[in-house]
């Protein structure tokens, strides 16, 4: 049988989810801008190319940009919604408080985890 996770595990996963989603947007929404940027050197170097040769191996490399573009275009589509999920004011307010939910139940796990003794109230 699997062990149970606690809910400040099952808590954290979520909010690293919600995290990594953020970060792999940013990433591929950069590289989708950095290939923007080649095409217009691509589309120099095509212009000022000296053979046919020289331009085949251009078209080549602008293909593979293309390519690299369109792969990183398709992550940002599959993070978008997530990512502007988590950028709405609403929701980060709620993200924050579940933050905020996770150190108090990582406390609670840990005080009851621990050893605990009994002191007594009244003497005798």
């Known amino acids: 049988m699997a062990k149970e996770m606690k809910p400040s595990e099952q808590l ?29 050197d691509r589309l120099h170097e095509m212009e000022f190319a000296a053979d ?32 502007r999920f988590t950028e709405d004011q609403n929701n980060r307010r709620t993200i924050n408080l579940l933050r905020q939910l996770l150190g108090q139940q990582r406390r609670e796990e840990e005080y009851l985890q621990s050893n605990r003794e009994y002191k007594k109230r009244v003497e005798g």
Request: glycine residues 0%; hydrophobic residues 30%; charged residues 40%.
């Open 52 to 83: 046919k040769a020289e331009r085949n191996r251009v078209a080549t490399k602008l293909q593979n940009s293309r390519k690299e573009r369109r792969k990183n275009k398709d992550v940002v589509k599959l993070y978008e919604k997530v990512v």
């Open 12 to 40: 954290s996963v979520f909010l690293n989810f919600l995290d990594c989603c953020v970060r792999e947007y940013n990433c591929a929404y950069e590289n989708v801008a950095r290939e923007d940027r080649r095409l217009q």
